[in-house]
């Protein structure tokens, strides 16, 4: 199974703080996409890291992969209340864990 | 707006009922999907159809049932619901065939929240 896996399950930061979610995988890939989740809200595409690329910025977001390790990870820098969300990856067939619940305290 | 949109939003229903969820995308997406999501959050791929046609098609009972009258729309029936089909069930598209999907990211609906009572 392609299906990414994010870890921690569950992260809890002060406003301005960087936070940092995990995602492994266990077979080889084309892509990998992150995800945000609001509470009650459909997923909201962020990024796409290509299996070629080692790392992609967006805004305060920065996605590494590396593809010996089978994982990735997100960071986002000076994070706010706002960006409270589960945060998924994916790989190529599209399959989602059960995210990162994120919790940014003001 | 572009989007893909999902109705209803909320629906609760007694069991043994049937009921249907409708999802429509403006973006000239070519593939669309049904996703389940449970208690914890987990996503799990239901359907996918690309042009009308259906293409996967996961261990999901046979009271689900897909049904894509054009590439735009993708609609979810469930017959003699049961409690435990109770979750979040999101609609989404993507751009081009599905052998194509890991190019592009996917755009979801705001989800439809079923409770079966």
């Known amino acids: 199974s392609q299906q990414g896996e994010e870890d921690p399950q569950a992260l809890s930061i002060q406003e301005g703080e960087n936070a940092t979610m995990n995602c492994s995988y266990k077979?080889?890939?084309?892509?990998l996409q992150w995800y945000r989740q609001n509470s009650g809200r459909g997923l909201v595409h962020l990024i796409l890291i290509r299996s070629n690329e080692r790392e992609k910025h967006s805004g305060r977001l920065r996605v590494t992969l590396d593809t010996s390790k089978k994982s990735s990870s997100l960071l986002i820098t000076a994070s706010r209340a706002a960006d409270t969300a589960s945060y998924f990856c994916?790989?190529?067939?599209?399959?989602f864990g059960a995210g990162t619940r994120l919790t940014v305290k003001p | 707006d572009t989007a893909v949109s999902q109705t209803p939003k909320y629906l609760v229903t007694q069991m043994g009922n049937d009921k249907s969820i409708k999802c429509e995308q403006n973006?000239?997406?070519?593939?669309m999907y049904w996703y389940k999501q449970d208690s914890k959050k987990f996503l799990k791929i239901m359907f996918s159809?690309?042009?009308?046609?259906?293409?996967i098609n996961e261990t999901v009972p046979n009271r689900f049932s897909p049904k894509s009258p054009d590439k735009a729309h993708l609609n979810l029936h469930i017959n003699s619901l049961e409690l435990g089909d109770s979750a979040v069930y999101f609609c989404?598209?993507?751009?081009?065939?599905?052998?194509?999907?890991?190019?592009?990211?996917?755009?979801f609906g705001s989800g439809t929240r079923l409770t079966v009572v």
């Open positions: 077979t080889s890939i084309n892509n």
């Open positions: 989404a598209s993507s751009q081009g065939a599905l052998r194509d999907r890991h190019l592009y990211g996917y755009t």
């Open positions: 973006l000239g997406h070519d593939t």
């Open positions: 159809y690309n042009n009308k046609e259906l293409i």
């Open positions: 994916a790989t190529g067939d599209m399959r």
